[in-house]
């Protein structure tokens, strides 16, 4: 099936420092999510993006609803410990149930 | 408390055997959802179902069957017909085409 292009693949950061992932597609998506998924748990949603153009924040994170409609941006300010985890976007399309997934970007942090 | 459970967090089965795994929600939730995760890799969409006595077939429906016999459950058979079940399994439900939830995963592993 489908797959978002999904980068970085991994990342190792420095406990502080600011993140920033990205998705992009060929086609044109009406909703973008977010979410982030521990270590034998199941995925747990971050933040959703419904309109192009939208910035969207959950704390110290925020999220943009590229104005192509084929891109999304997630920020994380300030990394912590807990940040650790694979982070997911997902895009869907109007009238379909199925998202489209990205392969993940696995965030470390750096002792 | 509202939200989806699975059962159970890990199993184990012998090659050749069917294996049936539990998903229950209580969101309210017409839609529901299985996914395969393999180590390292993305979500993959298995079966999915937007209404009672009504389901489809995603991109890796073979070896794999469903029922859903009542809204808030959506169990999964893996059969023996699948030739590499060992992985981890996610259910998520959502309210028509909206955000899915996650349940907590269940990990099969063939022995």
């Known amino acids: 099936g489908q797959q978002l292009n999904q980068s970085p693949q991994s990342m190792f950061i420095q406990e502080g420092e600011d993140v920033s992932m990205n998705c992009t597609s060929s086609?044109?998506?009406?909703?973008w999510l977010w979410y982030k998924q521990d270590p034998g748990e199941g995925p747990v949603l971050l933040i959703a993006?419904?309109?192009a153009g939208e910035l969207t924040s959950n704390g110290r994170l925020t999220a943009q609803f590229g104005t192509t409609r084929k891109d999304s941006f997630l920020n994380i300010s300030a990394s912590i410990p807990s940040d650790v985890g694979i982070y997911f976007c997902?895009?869907?399309?109007?009238?379909?149930?199925?998202?489209?997934w990205g392969a993940g970007t696995k965030l470390i942090i750096k002792p | 408390d509202g939200g989806i459970t699975q059962s159970p967090k890990y199993l184990f089965r012998k090659e050749g055997q069917n294996v049936t795994l539990s998903c229950e929600q209580n969101?309210?939730?017409?839609?529901m959802y299985w996914y395969r995760q393999d180590p390292g890799q993305g979500l993959r969409l298995i079966y999915y179902?937007?209404?009672?006595?009504?389901?489809q077939k995603g991109d890796i429906a073979e070896g794999y069957s469903v029922s859903r016999e009542k809204k808030e459950s959506f169990p999964l058979t893996v059969t023996s017909a699948q030739k590499n079940p060992t992985a981890f399994y996610l259910c998520?439900?959502?309210?028509?085409?909206?955000?899915?939830?996650f349940g907590p995963g269940t990990r099969l592993t063939v022995l």
């Open positions: 179902s937007q209404i009672v006595n009504d389901f």
């Open positions: 997902a895009g869907q399309t109007d009238s379909n149930y199925q998202l489209i």
């Open positions: 969101l309210n939730h017409d839609a």
């Open positions: 993006l419904y309109k």
């Open positions: 998520a439900s959502s309210m028509g085409f909206s955000t899915q939830y």
């Open positions: 086609s044109i998506f009406n909703t």
